[in-house]
């Protein structure tokens, strides 16, 4: 016991009692905290407010998934949401439509003799979803290395997916005299180069004809150009077969004559069928072993070449001849199906039409590149003669007999919206009298948008006081749609991703992978091996960390997000615009993640200390970015200086030889048909199971350390990046899965063999607060995709995401969903 006089107690005691006081405010400005800013609430699942994306990845071809990636980040996040809300609300989402009933019996062609068999096939069931949180215990005297803070600004697949340079179509009226334009729906043209206004009496597919030839015309000058005759080649087949499809019909099959290569079929009178008239299998029915990149042999539909002729037909019965031993089945539901030509003027038409489209693009010689040269201006100032979408349709002198071919000519505009009319006036926005329309003032007219994409998003955040706080960005892009999309954007096209910050240019990043080939999970199906736009089938995706801290303040700060896609045409990288998805009525998205770290100066001068980074958000504090080589995109095959990304843009760097190597074979222009790049009849398939040589390999040091036995006196701490970046385990990972299951992390079960599939695509567990550890150094997550007990996988790769979602703000989870768009219906417009 203490004896001193009392006014030393009391004095002690008040020290004490400011010590806790001190301490109690430590605590307090260290509490971890989250915010989530996102777009609106309606696009959350579940009725949630906001929802943030934990990991994204996409699921292989017909195959599981087993991997651990680092959350640590994502700590403070977990706490508070867990504050919030007495619970963890976690997502799984995976972009698939399988089910239960999609299996179908198709043929398969032997490419060698042409005889069929029938192939039951399957697109697969589905996933059986698992998921663990990992969490690995603090020591008492360890510096905490965790964040005290983040900060969503993209919460990806929920939120955070954006449509890419979009051309679009509004119909609408001519009101007022003429003098305004009344859209059916209501739009939003924030973003629009332009909107030129047509007339279209008869709705929008006068117009969506126009874009489609005069796509195709710009694809024959690209190609005649390039000297590329079996491009030229394909591009006519290709055309062919999209113009005359609408004009097809099926036939019934009643029986077939194997010994002769006959078949009888009836037909309706949608039909006007005459002798010599061309056959052709439904592509979708039959399969058959096609070579793609040269050495690999594929399982795809067959091409749409005639098969046979129709050699009588009336009363509705027709005779057909075949011209290989392929013959519909009767007892096999008459499979292959039958079409043919609704008439025998379809082809005729079809075939003028292709001529005159290729010799429209073939004429048209002012390229982008020689403006560049001619003009010596910058890449925004160069006319869009060759870019813009050209309009084409049929003149009205064109002859009737086809005999002199089609003469093709743009349709013309009446005028285009004023773009700089942002806000109504009354009913209708106002614009200058146009006099030859005021007889005509109800007239149908149809609004083209072309959205030039530079600007992705904007968003506006708060950070605290950061003092000496170190500020850590982690971003993650997936590019997704390429069948028919502008430069097969967003899967295979060459992006660069600008970032900005408070006025200035952070960072140019890319997130294309040049790797796929190297996946340890190489015995899948499909086209595995293709490098994509930020992702490989059967990988996750957790993407760049970057140390944002010289470009962030306390208090408010903007970020933007703005686009720069490779042009095959220019040469160049340029803002997007997607003329061939408005032509082909296709789409190019990115799916964005975007979280930033708050770590105070603590934390970080001990992560300085440490031997090694554990985590590429170390890595990041530690060097600046977990992947250095993501902010140099590649310059090839053009100059640095040709590269106009951002007015206050950094220089690129060269590209690296397996890029310039390699490169992605080019697809076919149309996907109408069904593909099978899974049966099991293709004679070879890569295997690249055994090839890991670009990942690199941890010294004898880290192998020593985290193989250490569970009772080892050195605490285990997990190395996250030793198996980056495709972070797989059970594939000869050793010591590495041993430190998974040490007893001396705690595992928390978020979902166990949740079925997946069509009518189940996102899939909810919540976890009571009180489960979560008391405290931890790292926490991973496990994500395991397994086949569901008694189906089979889904045979495609999909898109896929794990996340928590908000139900409300506290005052440690503060939620800012965007406020919707104010679209309006009615523009002014501007005269022609």
Same mark, same amino acid.
């Given at each position: ?73 994502? %700590? ?25 009933? %999609? ?26 979803? /698992? ?45 007022? &005299? &003429? ?19 047509? $007339? ?93 990149? &040269? ?12 098969? =046979? ?60 590149? +020689? ?71 109800? /007239? ?9 994409? =530079? ?82 089938? =059967? ?93 140099? $995109?590649?310059?090839? $095959? ?11 843009? +950094? ?16 697809? &076919? ?12 009849? %293709? ?33 285990? +701490? ?16 050793? =010591? ?97």
């Amino acid at each position: 016991m203490w004896h001193g006089n009392p006014t030393s107690w009391a004095l002690l005691l008040a020290y004490a009692a400011l010590d806790c006081i001190a301490f109690s405010r430590s605590l307090q400005a260290e509490k971890p905290t989250g915010a989530v800013y996102g777009e609106e609430a309606s696009l959350y699942p579940d009725s949630s407010q906001q929802s943030v994306e934990l990991v994204r990845f996409v699921t292989a071809y017909r195959m599981g998934l087993d991997v651990l990636v680092d959350l640590t980040p994502y %700590s403070p996040l977990l706490r508070a949401a867990a504050s919030a809300d007495g619970q963890l609300t976690l997502y799984g989402m995976i972009d698939t439509w399988v089910n239960n009933e %999609s299996a179908t019996t198709i043929m398969y062609m032997s490419n060698e003799t042409g005889q069929c068999s029938p192939l039951n096939h399957s697109d697969g069931h589905g996933w059986a979803l /698992s998921a663990d949180l990992i969490f690995w215990p603090r020591e008492e005297k360890e510096v905490d290395t965790r964040p005290t803070k983040s900060i969503t600004l993209a919460s990806g697949i929920f939120g955070g997916v954006y449509s890419i340079g979009e051309v679009s179509i509004h119909e609408g009226t001519l009101v007022e &005299g &003429g003098s305004a334009v009344q859209l059916n729906e209501a739009a939003d043209f924030k973003h629009a180069v332009d909107a030129a206004v047509y $007339p279209c009496p008869d709705g929008t597919g006068q117009l969506e004809s126009a874009a489609f030839l005069g796509y195709m015309a710009r694809q024959a000058n690209f190609m005649a150009k390039k000297k590329d005759k079996a491009g030229m080649k394909q591009l006519r087949s290709d055309m062919l077969e999209e113009l005359v499809w609408d004009h097809m019909a099926l036939v019934s099959v009643t029986h077939e004559e194997q010994k002769n290569n006959t078949v009888w079929a009836t037909y309706d009178s949608s039909i006007s069928p005459t002798e010599d008239l061309p056959v052709f299998f439904m592509p979708s029915d039959v399969i058959t072993d096609q070579i793609i990149d &040269g050495d690999v042999w594929y399982n795809m539909s067959v091409p749409f070449k005639k098969v =046979g002729r129709v050699v009588e037909a009336q009363n509705g019965v027709m005779k057909l001849k075949l011209d290989h031993p392929c013959l519909p089945q009767v007892n096999n539901s008459a499979k292959p199906q039958l079409i043919i030509p609704k008439d025998a003027s379809i082809f005729p038409q079809a075939r003028a039409l292709v001529a005159s489209t290729v010799q429209t693009g073939r004429d048209w010689s002012l390229s982008a590149k +020689r403006a560049r040269l001619e003009m010596n201006v910058s890449l925004n100032e160069i006319p869009e003669t060759l870019s813009m979408p050209l309009l084409l349709e049929p003149s009205s002198s064109s002859s009737v007999s086809l005999a002199s071919g089609i003469t093709l000519a743009a349709p013309a505009a009446m005028g285009s919206i004023d773009l700089g009319d942002k806000a109504a006036s009354g009913p209708h926005h106002r614009m200058a009298a146009l006099p030859q329309l005021k007889s005509n003032a109800s /007239s149908k007219v149809c609004v083209v948008e072309r959205k030039r994409q =530079g600007s992705v998003f904007q968003r506006e955040f708060d950070l605290p006081d950061l003092g000496e706080s170190h500020v850590v960005m982690q971003f993650a892009v997936t590019g997704h749609g390429w069948a028919s999309t502008e430069e097969q954007c967003g899967e295979y096209c060459h992006a660069v991703y600008q970032v900005g910050l408070n006025g200035k240019s952070t960072a140019n990043i890319t997130e294309f992978r040049d790797d796929c080939e190297d996946n340890p999970i190489s015995d899948q199906y499909g086209t595995w091996w293709e490098d994509r736009n930020g992702w490989c089938p =059967g990988t996750v995706e957790p993407g760049v960390f970057l140390d944002i801290t010289n470009s962030v303040k306390s208090g408010l700060n903007v970020m933007t997000f703005d686009l720069a896609v490779w042009s095959s045409m220019t040469e160049a990288y340029e803002q997007y615009t997607d003329y061939a998805g408005f032509a082909m009525h296709d789409a190019a998205s990115l799916t964005i993640g975007l979280t930033v770290f708050v770590y105070s100066d603590e934390a970080v001068k001990a992560i300085r200390l440490q031997d090694q980074a554990y985590s590429a958000a170390e890595m990041a504090l530690r060097d600046g970015s977990s992947r250095p080589e993501a902010l140099h $995109p590649p310059s090839h $095959p053009v100059q640095p200086k040709d590269i106009v990304l951002m007015e206050n843009h +950094r220089d690129v760097g060269e590209v690296h030889a397996a890029s310039q190597a390699r490169g992605h074979r080019s697809k &076919g222009w149309f996907e109408r048909h069904h593909n099978n790049p899974f049966e099991p009849h %293709s004679p070879q398939r890569r295997n690249f199971m055994q090839s890991t040589a670009k990942a690199k390999g941890p010294s004898a040091a880290q192998r020593k350390a985290s193989e250490a036995p569970a009772g080892d006196e050195k605490r285990i +701490r997990m190395d996250f990046e030793k198996r980056a970046p495709w972070y797989v385990l059970g594939r000869g990972t050793g =010591g590495f899965k041993h430190a998974v299951d040490s007893e001396e992390t705690s595992k928390l079960k978020a979902f166990k063999k949740r079925l997946v599939q069509g009518e189940s695509r996102v899939v909810l567990e919540t976890i009571n607060a009180k489960r979560l550890p008391s405290d931890w150094s790292q926490v991973g997550l496990r994500l395991r995709l397994t086949r569901p007990d008694g189906m089979d996988y889904d045979h495609w790769d999909r898109q896929a995401s794990l996340g928590l979602l908000f139900n409300k703000d506290s005052a440690d989870l503060q939620l800012h969903p965007a406020v919707a768009n104010q679209d309006a219906r009615s523009w002014k417009m501007n005269l022609a």
